[in-house]
């Protein structure tokens, strides 16, 4: 079963962290941080990402559940996820050229290192319903 480490962008922003640094994880491991803000989280074959972070009672920003609406929206920094091919909020090079996934129809291939709430950075906020 895959293993999700997540952080909250709010935190990288107020810290002033790199976003898409690996290295960015170790510091929130070292910071005293909540669970909601930090943590890891297993995953099963037959949830999503959301769903767990749903299951651990992670109060993660989302709406449609659908991946029609882009809440959701998180960063890949680490690992592979498996998107379902009927979002419409992302195009395939949207996903590629940014490692960006929608937690509500993403699923973990490998062990993630997540930054979920990165639907008010500058360039997915226009977007977002």
Request: proline fraction near 2%.
């Amino acid at each position: 079963m895959p293993e999700v480490e997540y952080l909250d962008y709010g935190v990288v922003e107020e810290r002033e962290w790199q976003l898409e640094a690996v290295s960015t994880f170790e510091k929130a491991a070292a910071a005293d941080l909540d669970g909601d803000e930090y943590g890891r989280m297993a995953v099963s074959e037959t949830e999503t990402i959301l769903d767990a972070a749903q299951r651990e009672g992670l109060g993660w920003s989302m709406k449609c559940l659908k991946g029609g609406c882009g809440r959701c929206s998180a960063l890949v920094v680490d690992g592979e996820v498996e998107m379902d091919d009927e979002q419409k909020f992302f195009t395939r090079a949207d996903v590629g050229a940014r490692d960006i996934c929608l937690p509500c129809v993403a699923s973990p291939e490998t062990d993630l290192k997540l930054v979920y709430g990165v639907s008010e950075l500058d360039s997915l906020e226009q977007h977002v319903k």
